[in-house]
């Protein structure tokens, strides 16, 4: 069973703020498990389709969120973290166009959503979590020892995004992306259920400007005082 008392680091913020790749660096150097949150959606509906569960059977969805055999995996950094679903391998599979789409009708089941809450907290497990999300600190983890909210501009975010498509060869527009995050933002930041906001008693960072090796330092000072 998940002990309740294993330490936890939450790490919530917008996309593009650096999150993903910190979380990772910061589990592997404590040597922590890692959570990837946002990824959970897109494993149920994966895990759902290859159970012949039908994506509107929702007593079969809650069984099948419930009962996710997933683990998540630090890579190198750079690189997204890697997600074990029954013993497979599947980090490429749950993004495609597909299973995002899939994923967001299994979203909008409330019962789905509390089968998840619950499996998200069942990652507490010793010697401690890393939890990288929207609403760890607030929802999810409300009682974590640290609480991290990492952010960056808006123009940075862009700047960063546009990096990594141009990267991977996609012909993509900056200041189309830079209202596609403001518009997100907007969004996530006044939705009823779980606003996008820090908990309380989190430490904001903010990264615009630093290396991820600054912002790495400046986690791991945060967490030096669990």
Known sequence: MPSTKAPVITIDGPGGSGKGTV?????????WHLLDSGALYRLTALAAVRQGVALDDEAGLVKVAAG????????????????????????????TETTGDN??????????????LQRQRDFRQAPGL???????????????????????????????????????GVDVNIDALLEEIR???????????????????????????????????????????A
């Open 23 to 31: 979380t990772q660096m910061l589990a592997r150097k404590l040597g």
């Open 103 to 116: 994923a967001s009708r299994v979203a909008v089941m409330q019962p789905v959503r509390d089968a998840l």
């Open 183 to 225: 518009v997100r933002d907007e969004r996530d930041m006044n939705r009823s259920a779980a606003p996008l906001k820090p908990a309380d008693d989190a430490q904001v960072i903010d990264s615009t400007g630093l290396s991820i090796e600054e912002v790495l330092g400046r986690c791991m000072a945060a967490a030096g005082q």
């Open 68 to 95: 996710l055999d997933v683990a998540f995996e630090p890579t190198a950094a750079g690189e997204p973290v890697r997600v074990i679903l029954a013993g497979q391998d599947v980090t490429a599979d749950i993004r």
């Open 130 to 168: 890393v939890a990288d999300g929207r609403d760890m600190g607030t929802v999810v983890f409300p009682d974590a020892p640290v609480k991290i909210f990492l952010t960056a501009s808006a123009e940075e975010r862009a700047r960063r995004r546009y990096s990594q498509l141009k990267d991977a």
